[in-house]
């Protein structure tokens, strides 16, 4: 199963309000203006201890703002060692909200997104990429998916089977191991879900669920003479993925759940591993899509990930692959006690 993306802390500016001199009349003593050299009048000015034969010499010597080059008289705001003339100019400087388009005094930021703390609290996140939902488009089942995530949204069967396809073409590059059987793969709300994560999993912990592998066996018997005998087993594999996801976000779900059966399949000395393993590995196979890819957010919201068995397994087992990759998670997977494993992933 994939989790959900986590918020970040908020993003604040700190802005100070200060004062400039002013020029005032003085008495016309001097011989030359300090600014231009030309022999002082009869009236003249005095700025900050010079002599001024006019406003304009005196404007001359005034601080000037940042943003739009005008001397300031009077009030002025200083922000970040800059001085500018009044909020106009200062909320310029302001990086803007990704929904609204406005000035973000306050606000949060993820990655590359930046949103103001209106747009964060009063819009809800979509469930396919996390992020605070642009004109969202409100599903049955209770989902909200922001307008761009419904663009590239994947919600047929024909489209979902070329991206699963794809996918596992590209994990058996990635690892050097093949897939002998293909588990079917299912689009579902997340209604049914839901339903299934209780079902399957009931050891999960509360996640945002956009993936399920299932492994069930049926064995078949009759009855001779009194006395039960197997004729068989048949067993099936079945991936469950929910609609409507992006596409790009479609991909790592599948990525994760594919390694899940990768690991029956080429490991099954892992199968009384703790859960924090499987769900482990299985997110370090996402994260290694994310990073060639240049998947910044999905990536984010795996490394950033909270829940014990996703969050942290993923993290102990990034760390012990280290700048080998693929090459130290299998050794590991091959040679690790199982039986020595703890019931939680070591932070």
């Given at each position: 199963?994939?989790?959900?993306r986590q918020?970040?802390?908020?993003?604040t500016?700190?802005?100070?309000?200060?004062?400039?001199?002013?020029?005032a009349?003085?008495?016309?003593?001097?011989e030359r203006?300090?600014?231009?050299?030309?022999?002082?009048?009869?009236?003249?000015w005095i700025?900050?201890g010079?002599?001024c034969c006019?406003?304009?010499c005196?404007?001359?010597l005034r601080p000037?703002?940042?943003?739009c080059g005008q001397?300031?008289?009077?009030?002025y705001i200083?922000a970040e060692?800059k001085l500018?003339?009044?909020?106009?100019?200062?909320?310029r400087?302001f990086?803007?909200c990704?929904i609204c388009?406005?000035?973000i005094?306050k606000g949060y930021?993820?990655?590359?997104?930046r949103?103001c703390?209106?747009?964060?609290?009063?819009?809800?996140?979509?469930?396919?990429c996390g992020?605070?939902?642009?004109?969202p488009?409100h599903?049955?089942?209770?989902?909200?998916?922001?307008v761009?995530?419904?663009r590239?949204?994947?919600?047929?069967?024909a489209?979902a089977e070329?991206?699963?396809d794809?996918?596992?073409?590209?994990?058996?590059a990635?690892t050097g191991?093949?897939?002998?059987t293909?588990?079917?793969?299912?689009l579902v709300?997340?209604?049914e879900?839901?339903?299934?994560?209780k079902?399957i999993?009931?050891?999960d912990?509360?996640v945002s669920v956009?993936g399920?592998?299932?492994?069930?066996?049926?064995?078949?018997r009759r009855?001779?003479?009194?006395t039960?005998k197997?004729?068989?087993?048949?067993?099936r594999e079945?991936i469950?993925?929910v609609?409507?996801l992006?596409?790009?976000?479609?991909?790592v779900a599948?990525m994760?759940e594919?390694m899940?059966d990768l690991?029956?399949?080429?490991?099954?000395?892992?199968?009384d591993a703790?859960?924090?393993?499987?769900?482990?590995v299985?997110?370090?196979?996402?994260?290694?899509?994310?990073?060639?890819r240049?998947?910044v957010d999905?990536?984010?919201g795996?490394?950033?990930?909270e829940?014990?068995?996703?969050g942290?397994g993923y993290?102990?087992i990034?760390?012990l692959t280290g700048?080998?990759?693929?090459?130290?998670l299998r050794?590991?997977m091959?040679t690790?006690d199982?039986?020595a494993?703890?019931a939680?992933?070591p932070r």
């Amino acid at each position: 199963m994939t989790p959900g993306r986590q918020r970040h802390p908020p993003w604040t500016r700190r802005i100070f309000i200060l004062a400039a001199g002013c020029a005032a009349p003085a008495l016309a003593n001097a011989e030359r203006c300090a600014v231009c050299g030309r022999k002082l009048h009869a009236r003249s000015w005095i700025f900050e201890g010079k002599l001024c034969c006019s406003e304009t010499c005196v404007d001359r010597l005034r601080p000037r703002c940042s943003m739009c080059g005008q001397s300031m008289r009077g009030e002025y705001i200083e922000a970040e060692g800059k001085l500018y003339c009044g909020n106009a100019c200062l909320e310029r400087t302001f990086p803007k909200c990704e929904i609204c388009k406005g000035p973000i005094r306050k606000g949060y930021t993820i990655t590359s997104h930046r949103y103001c703390e209106n747009c964060v609290q009063s819009l809800p996140t979509c469930f396919s990429c996390g992020l605070p939902a642009a004109h969202p488009t409100h599903l049955g089942d209770g989902r909200d998916i922001c307008v761009h995530c419904l663009r590239w949204a994947v919600t047929k069967p024909a489209p979902a089977e070329m991206h699963y396809d794809r996918v596992r073409r590209q994990l058996e590059a990635w690892t050097g191991l093949p897939l002998a059987t293909l588990p079917a793969l299912e689009l579902v709300d997340l209604g049914e879900m839901q339903r299934l994560a209780k079902e399957i999993r009931k050891s999960d912990a509360p996640v945002s669920v956009r993936g399920l592998y299932s492994r069930q066996t049926t064995v078949t018997r009759r009855r001779v003479l009194g006395t039960w005998k197997v004729d068989g087993a048949e067993e099936r594999e079945c991936i469950y993925i929910v609609d409507h996801l992006h596409d790009e976000v479609f991909r790592v779900a599948a990525m994760h759940e594919l390694m899940h059966d990768l690991i029956h399949e080429h490991f099954p000395r892992l199968a009384d591993a703790p859960l924090w393993v499987h769900e482990g590995v299985c997110q370090q196979a996402a994260a290694e899509y994310c990073r060639r890819r240049n998947q910044v957010d999905i990536l984010h919201g795996i490394e950033q990930c909270e829940d014990p068995d996703y969050g942290d397994g993923y993290r102990y087992i990034h760390a012990l692959t280290g700048f080998e990759g693929w090459p130290a998670l299998r050794r590991w997977m091959e040679t690790v006690d199982v039986a020595a494993l703890p019931a939680t992933a070591p932070r």
